[in-house]
């Protein structure tokens, strides 16, 4: 019997200089090579646009808030982007601008797909709402309004969308912890004809709720 | 036959508990508050690989009226815990609980705001199944605890404490002694109040 | 007497009362396409001229999950309604803060759990775009290959969910019977049922086997045999098809408009499939047709599902045969952006190292990189926007799941169908609201 090599490892360590931020990530798609829609807005908003960055073959384009609406519709009559896909709130935890919201907006027929970026101030965050011209945005507006206290301006209907309306904390925003505030949502009463428990953890606390309970004798007799 | 009044323990009335357990037990209807993942593991087990059917627990009832056992699968966010307390609270006696998956139990993975840490902060929870999500197996477990459960209850006879107010029982702290070993002392903090 | 006027939310409700108010409100200033009744001036009011509201509370025996909707009735006419979701908010946004790009893998799972795969496919994918991650060819096949198996399972739970809620409890054991059998595969390719968190950023955790290879095989023989016996029974069936021909029709314009995704676009006559558009791991590659119906009614997307689940099984069929011949690592050899095999983490110093530093620290993308990635998951367009600071955890992250975008198309679907149909509507656009809810 032949004796056991020792085992070799075929282990190489390269640190790959990934090109992360290169249209030539592996990732890329062709559908986010949108510089023409980019130049063709230039063109048309001038100064309005203030910023493009371009990151994994993608282009991000910040625009000025005040016109957001001006730029979706253009988008949507003018370039085919007739599709929203998604809209968010963003929160840059800046002295200056805090807050800001993207809009992921996809034409179909052509294949593309750009990402319009808008920052507002911290005080009182407004952001005209494009409801107006993408119907889809509606929810999106109200998750943005909900977890960030991003208004938006225009919007008809703007509740909250995943916590109760009695909380009244914005929880995405980067100073709200994230096990939340003990108190700011109650737990259903330990008895049915109780209190609500406003301590988040009871259990911890030593109170048990009974399983059966008995009904409370009413004043009237049978 | 027992000299006290026909209600309290004896021969008569633990044969009747018996039957009437055993009937219970083997008939029980759960409610299944199916919320999330662990929902889908009890469609599963109530499915024909993990049939629950063959435990008595075939039929799954939606309304609270008319069930005895609420299955809490999934995780219970804040806004959802009043609407489960209600359902609880319109069930009739005798019912049971039973807490399915790491995030019914504790809050699971989901270590945050929305998600209360564990059902049992507001619900009297008999059996608690770990698992995310348990299989369907360990579900079929939790029944048949809640069964040997139910089968040592006293049904007819008054001696248990059936409709009593429990009084809340602080947890047992386990006692801390002092670095020569000798004293125990009394920590502070938020517990020991 | 509108029920805001009638109602001291504060008195009657323990609970929640300006949340309760809101919805209420909402629903009574809320302005619907449907001719509503005109009030009577002070007239006695009679019960056959009356608007009811109904409140269809988030735990109601269809089994879509917690959503709640709230409508208002013309006798069996839904004329407004109003959802109300957010009952299952975990605060997934925030929690992917606090978590390394590799321990969120867990929660993404959680998410869409009837297809717990493609989930963890989407963030792997995401991050990867962020990080600028090569992935080996292998683990692409095999994430192709599961994710086509996890979007036959996403659909046989819709089939048998749907059917069953519309009355046909029988398909409910069928679906759950092949269900079980796609469990079977998923536990000894991946470890574990349904949570299965088997991608890994960079790759796949661990090789598809022979044994796992076999039963996938066996899988798509034996799948096709039972889906033509649905097909059988269910495609020309009077019943089925009466209650879904015309039943929530979605016009062209409307889809788009209200950005509904997946089944439901495809439904109305839009070919718009991530696979095609934006297409990602190896979907170029191999064969597979993307179904398309005009009508934009509940059937023509109860049609398209069930083509959906042939067209999986060929690509599956299609994996397979490449899987056999293509050897390769299954993850990527960079120490920075992946795990090391688990034979150099117990082996060797180096190994050993850089597992725990990637458990402590993980990927890091570059500061200020930020990108989006999408895929189809079986319910629609499944996508990732993040957000990065240079450290191992994101700085945001914005999921854009296709349940949200759905139910909001789900409130425009319910006004003017009748109570019966809700149930029909609700499967048709096929939620989740684990999913939606975040």
């Known amino acids: ?45 001038g100064d309005d646009v203030l910023e493009v960055v371009q990151y994994a073959g993608e282009r991000t384009v ?30 840059r935890f800046t002295e200056d601008e805090r807050f800001e919201v993207h809009y992921n ?65 914005h929880p995405l925003r980067k100073e709200f912890p994230l096990l939340g505030i003990p ?40 | 036959m027992a000299n006290d009044s026909s209600l309290s323990e004896g021969f008569l009335t633990t044969r009747v508990d018996a039957v009437v357990n055993w009937a219970r037990s083997n008939s029980l209807m759960p409610m299944p508050m199916g919320l999330s993942c662990c929902a889908i593991e009890m469609m599963a087990f109530a499915a024909p690989k993990y049939d629950v059917a063959r435990f008595g627990s075939e039929a799954m009832r939606f309304s609270p009226r008319q069930a005895d056992l609420m299955i809490v699968a999934g995780w219970v966010s804040y806004k959802m815990a009043h609407t489960i307390r209600r359902v609880w609270d319109q069930m009739a006696d005798p019912k049971w609980c039973i807490a399915m998956g790491a995030c019914a139990s504790t809050g699971g993975m989901h270590r945050c705001y929305g998600v209360v840490q564990g059902v049992d902060n507001f ?22 605890d809640i069964q040997e459960k139910i089968r040592n209850e006293y049904s007819v006879g008054q001696d248990g404490d059936f409709g009593t107010d429990h009084p809340a029982i602080a947890p047992v702290r386990p006692k801390v002694l002092s670095p020569s070993g000798d004293d125990v002392i009394t920590p502070g903090g938020l517990y020991n109040q | 007497m509108s029920i805001i006027q009638t109602t001291d939310f504060k008195e009657t409700l323990k609970f929640w009362p300006r949340h309760n108010e809101a919805i209420y409100r909402r629903l009574e200033s809320k302005h619907s396409w449907i001719e509503e009744n005109p009030h009577g001036d002070g007239s006695p009011v009679d019960p056959l001229h009356n608007e009811m509201v ?43 803060e606090s978590k390394t790009y590799q321990e969120f893998m867990p929660y993404t799972d959680r998410m869409d759990y009837l297809s717990p795969y493609s989930n963890n496919v989407a963030w ?80 796949v955790v661990t090789d598809v086997d022979d044994t796992g290879m076999a039963m996938i095989r066996e899988f798509t023989e034996t799948f096709p045999v039972a889906h033509a016996g649905w097909i059988k029974l269910l495609n020309r069936n009077r019943i089925w098809i009466d209650r879904n021909v015309g039943i929530g029709v979605m016009t062209k314009e409307d889809a788009i408009s209200r950005g509904m995704t997946g089944p439901n676009l495809r439904g109305s006559g839009i070919q718009h499939d991530i696979r095609r558009f934006e297409p990602y791991l190896k979907y170029d590659e191999v064969d597979f047709n993307i179904p398309l119906r005009e009508e934009g009614d509940a059937l023509a997307r109860y049609f398209i599902r069930m083509e959906e689940m042939m067209e999986s099984i060929k690509i599956v069929r299609q994996c397979l045969d490449k899987l056999q011949t293509l050897k390769g690592p299954i993850r990527a050899n960079d120490a920075k952006h992946s795990y090391p095999s688990k034979d150099e983490v117990y082996y060797s110093m180096e190994g050993l190292i850089h597992d725990f ?24 367009e499944l996508g990732f926007y993040i957000e990065s600071d240079g450290t191992g955890s994101p700085a945001r992250v914005k999921m854009n799941t296709p349940s949200f975008t759905n139910l909001q198309g789900l409130e425009h679907l319910l006004e003017g169908a009748l109570m019966g149909d809700m149930v029909i509507l609700i499967g048709t656009v096929d939620p989740v609201l684990g999913e939606s809810d975040k």
Request: with cysteine; aromatic share 8%.
């Open chain 1, 1 to 45: 019997m032949a004796t056991k090599q020792p085992r070799t490892l075929s282990f190489h360590f390269q640190p790959a200089d990934s090109a992360a931020g290169d249209d030539a990530n592996p990732h890329a798609k062709k559908t986010t090579l949108v510089d023409d829609t980019v130049a063709a807005l230039k063109q048309e908003f």
């Open chain 1, 62 to 91: 910040r625009v000025t808030t005040a016109r957001i609406v001006d730029i979706c519709r253009f988008l949507r009559d003018n370039l085919g982007f007739t599709y929203l896909c998604d809209l968010g709130g963003g929160d």
């Open chain 1, 105 to 169: 907006i996809v034409n179909m027929d052509a294949g593309k797909r750009i990402r319009i970026k808008v920052r507002t101030e911290e005080e009182s965050p407004v952001v005209p709402s494009v409801t107006s011209v993408f119907p889809a945005a509606d929810w999106n507006e109200r998750e943005a309004w909900d977890m960030f206290g991003i208004r938006f301006e225009g919007h008809e209907d703007l509740r909250r969308m995943f916590m109760p309306e009695d909380f009244e904390y």
């Open chain 1, 183 to 222: 108190g700011s949502l109650p737990l259903p009463p330990q008895v049915p004809t109780g209190e609500l428990t406003l301590d988040p953890f009871p259990r911890a606390h030593g109170s048990i709720p009974p399983n059966s309970f008995d009904e409370v004798e009413s004043e009237e007799e049978n």
């Open chain 2, 123 to 144: 619900l009297p929870v008999d059996v608690y199944v770990p698992g995310c999500p348990p299989r369907p197996e360990a579900l079929i477990h939790a029944l048949m």
């Open chain 3, 54 to 96: 109904l409140n269809i509370g988030p735990q109601h025996p269809a089994t879509h999950g917690v959503l709640r909707c709230a409508v208002q009735l013309d006798g069996e006419t839904i004329q407004k309604s109003v959802l109300d979701i957010g009952y299952l908010h975990r605060g997934m946004e925030k929690l992917a």
């Open chain 3, 124 to 203: 792997c994918l995401a991050v990867e775009k962020v990080a600028g991650i090569e992935v080996p060819e292998r683990a692409q096949w095999i994430r192709m290959m599961m994710s086509e198996l996890a979007r036959i399972s996403a659909h046989l739970l819709w089939m048998g969910v749907g059917l069953m809620d519309a009355g046909a409890v029988s398909v409910f054991l069928w679906a759950f019977q092949l269900r079980e059998d796609l469990y079977a595969i998923f536990d000894e390719v991946a470890g574990a049922r349904l949570t299965v968190s088997h991608s890994r950023i960079g790759g």
């Open chain 3, 357 to 380: 530093m990637y458990t402590d620290t993980g990927t890091c993308p570059p500061k200020g990189g930020a990108s989006y990635h999408a895929i189809e998951a079986p319910k629609g």
